[in-house]
């Protein structure tokens, strides 16, 4: 079973995606843009990255943040993770956000960076089932941090 890209016009000359180690579980992607882009602090925009996938069936690829562009810069993903469909054929887009706050300097997106990262992951899909009634837990209906803090 492979993954299978087709890289658009504007992906020429880029390099193709790879894990950067030998045990990475993503795959980078990269910014396929002609110009420099300025994010600023609060704002968020789509990349494209120049590729459409063929996912097989019964795995979806999920596009995550690079810890790197979190921790230094703020840059993460506005919709982590983001979810491609096996069936989807269009251009993955990258919807970066810079989390910043005011005072903070914008992030500049240049051509080619590796700017987030694909997981391709199994899914499992289940039938709908309507019921009345639910089983019993220790939680219960307790919502967030009912479980404790430690």
């Given amino acids: 079973m492979h993954l299978k890209i087709h890289p658009l016009p504007h992906y020429q000359g880029l390099a193709l995606p790879a894990y950067q ?4 579980a993503g795959l980078d992607l990269r910014a396929a843009i002609s110009e420099d882009i300025i994010l600023n602090p609060a704002a ?3 990349i ?51 989390l910043g706050g005011v005072g903070d300097a914008p992030f ?6 590796r700017i987030a990262q694909l997981v391709i992951a199994p899914i499992t899909q289940m039938p709908v089932e309507i019921t009345h009634e639910f089983d019993d837990t220790t939680r219960g209906q307790g919502g967030f941090g009912s479980t404790g803090m430690t």
């Avoid at 459409?52 to 810890?67: C, F, K, T, V």
């Fill in 21 to 24: 180690s030998a045990a990475a």
């Fill in 44 to 46: 968020r925009i789509a």
């Fill in 48 to 98: 494209p990255s120049g590729l459409m996938l063929a996912i097989p069936e019964g795995y979806e690829g999920q596009i995550r943040p690079r810890s790197g562009l979190a921790h230094k810069h703020g840059i993460t993903l506005a919709n982590a993770p983001g979810t491609i469909d096996a069936d989807y054929r269009g251009e993955v887009m990258i919807l970066l956000i810079h």
């Fill in 108 to 113: 500049t997106i240049q051509r080619g960076d």
